[in-house]
């Protein structure tokens, strides 16, 4: 890693177009490293509910907790305004197979259930992590976030989820002496902290995991299933996370615990389409957030409480605990291949599945135009009716034509797995804009190319909206690209991040886009020898 350099910057990262207006950044003095790129872990933070906490502290724990730094090489593990913390295991160490980096992340903002996760590096990849945080006192619609103190080996607990304005819960019993394990089924002393997020079927289907579609399912005997399947219909699910005051993580329980689900009694019963009632027995599924794995547990059976409907599930581990009704999918279906003018055309273009009885829309993605791009459509349920695809000249930045196709496809069968090719090359290849970033040197100088940033990542939104996009990646060897996302004539909020995106400190906003090339420009005696 270089040696902290400072440089006067002329114009920061900023666009230039020599338009002679005074920059907000002039002899702004910047200093940066070039970030750590080797086994790095992008956490990116979010709350379902709306604006993250002022503060989130991030703590690391477990063997290579001491191994972890930030891709600046510092410890102070704290999110930054836009949400991401960088962090990498320390240049200084190699992990591989033999001798892994193991650690544990955790964090509970003020008012905000715990949240932690297990990582485990063994090569130099990268991995990713997005990091849900759930307000206590103002969860999402149809979801409650409780926490509860319990203890490894203790006496029996009961516990009870509860939600604004929600009607349905879920009831947790745990029972005497139990044991909570690691992953290496060690169990973990002390107190322990028990999330529990319950997600009714009212409003939180949005929070089925891996988006409500199995496509790694096992059965109870830990066979793979023969088809992926999806969830059309569900009575309720409940997320479970158990943790040590020290950050220990649980998978699983020495004996199981009770989940009582209260249900929703206008539920209705895929098989039988009826409403669910007394009696009833409803398929139990489990996912494994690690493996990203869903498995077919059982199944529970309705009971009546009162006035109310229940189903009690036994889990033995922690996770998610979802109960519906699986529906088979299509593993692999038509496939698709473009034939077009474009080529590395960074924009996408919207797509229709149509049922062609129906004439319905039955999905709706976007694809690139790219020549010898190709897309599937894969998961769909099996007795869906024949379909047709319609691709239009709009696309994901700046729209187009959304009303006349300009490719339709003949009628097919959702699980036939056969190519087709999609001819739009009658469509001209849209205009680019070319982003430079350039060195000024006083006259007998030249750049030195080590002092400039190793990569230098930008953004753009349409001014105002502050709904920011993936523009262009630099780098000090190769300093110059081109998109197709940005118009001239328009005008956009720029934004750029030296750092691999964890911060972007660089921008401008309302920036009028009048020519094809723009430039980042530096202006800075200490770039140049």
Same mark, same amino acid.
């Given at each position: 890693?270089?040696? #902290? ?6 114009? @920061? ?43 989130? $502290?991030?703590?690391?724990?477990? /063997? ?7 891709? #600046? ?5 704290? #999110?930054? &305004? ?26 509970? /903002? ?6 932690? %996760? ?5 090569? @130099? ?13 103002? =969860?999402?619609?149809?979801? @409650? ?14 516990? &009870? ?18 044991? *909570? ?44 299933? =023969? ?15 158990? @943790? ?94 473009? !034939? ?40 769909? =349920? ?5 379909? !047709? ?37 009658? #469509? ?36 105002? &909206?502050?709904?920011? %996009? ?11 690209? !081109? ?21 972007? =400190? *660089? ?7 009048? &020519?094809?090339?723009?430039?980042? $420009? ?8």
């Amino acid at each position: 890693m270089k040696n #902290l350099i400072k440089i006067s910057v002329l114009i @920061s990262l900023s666009i230039l177009l020599f338009s002679g207006c005074k920059n907000p950044m002039e002899d702004f003095t910047l200093g940066f490293k070039d970030p750590i790129q080797k086994s790095r872990l992008e956490i990116r933070a979010y709350s379902p509910s709306g604006a993250l906490p002022e503060l989130v $502290e991030i703590f690391f724990a477990g /063997p290579g907790a001491g191994k972890i730094v930030t891709v #600046l090489n510092t410890k102070k593990f704290k #999110l930054n &305004k836009e949400g991401n913390l960088f962090v990498a295991v320390d240049t200084t160490v190699k992990p591989s197979v033999a001798e892994p980096v193991e650690f544990t992340l955790a964090t509970q /903002p003020t008012g905000f259930t715990k949240a932690i %996760r297990s990582f485990k590096f063994t090569n @130099s990849n990268s991995q990713y992590y997005s990091l849900s945080l759930f307000n206590q006192s103002a =969860p999402p619609a149809g979801v @409650s976030a409780s926490q509860f103190e319990t203890s490894s080996g203790g006496n029996s607990y009961q516990f &009870k989820t509860s939600g604004p304005k929600k009607q349905e819960e879920v009831t947790i019993d745990i029972p005497a002496n139990l044991q *909570y394990l690691d992953n290496k089924n060690n169990v973990i002393s002390g107190k322990m902290d028990l999330v529990v997020h319950h997600f009714d079927n009212r409003q939180a289907r949005v929070f089925l995991p891996t988006g409500g579609v199995a496509s790694n399912a096992i059965d109870q005997n830990d066979k793979p299933l =023969p088809d992926p399947f999806d969830l059309p219909q569900f009575a309720g699910f409940a997320n479970i996370q158990a @943790s040590s005051d020290k950050h220990e993580l649980a998978m699983t329980f020495s004996s199981p615990i009770t989940l009582t689900f209260e249900l929703n009694t206008e539920t209705i019963n895929y098989q039988t389409k009826a409403k669910i009632k007394e009696g009833d027995v409803i398929p139990l599924m489990s996912f494994d957030d690690y493996k990203n794995q869903w498995k077919i547990e059982g199944t529970v059976k309705v009971e009546k409480s009162g006035n109310t409907l229940i189903a009690k599930a036994s889990a033995g581990k922690a996770g998610y605990w979802i109960i519906g009704w699986p529906r088979s999918l299509c593993r692999q279906g038509p496939k698709f291949t473009l !034939k077009s003018n474009f080529t590395d055309v960074d924009l996408s273009y919207f797509c229709q599945i149509i049922g062609v009885t129906s004439g319905n829309v039955l999905r709706t993605t976007y694809i690139s135009f790219n020549n010898q791009s190709s897309f599937s459509i894969n998961n769909f =349920p099996k007795d869906t009716e024949k379909i !047709k695809i319609k691709v239009f000249n709009f696309n994901n930045i700046y729209g187009g034509d959304q009303k006349t196709a300009v490719y339709e496809s003949p009628p097919m069968d959702v699980c036939e797995n056969k190519n087709s090719e999609v001819n739009v090359s009658s #469509l001209p290849v849209p205009p680019f804009v070319t982003v430079t970033y350039k060195v000024v040197c006083e006259q007998g100088k030249i750049l030195d190319e080590s002092t400039l940033p190793a990569e230098t990542r930008t953004q753009f939104s349409e001014s105002g &909206k502050n709904q920011w %996009r993936d523009l262009v990646i630099v780098t000090r060897k190769q300093r110059s690209a !081109k998109s197709y996302k940005l118009q001239v004539g328009k005008t956009y909020d720029l934004k750029a991040s030296i750092d691999g995106g964890a911060s972007w =400190p *660089y921008k401008q906003n309302n920036f009028l886009v009048n &020519k094809k090339t723009w430039f980042f $420009e530096f202006s800075d005696l200490n770039n140049c020898k």
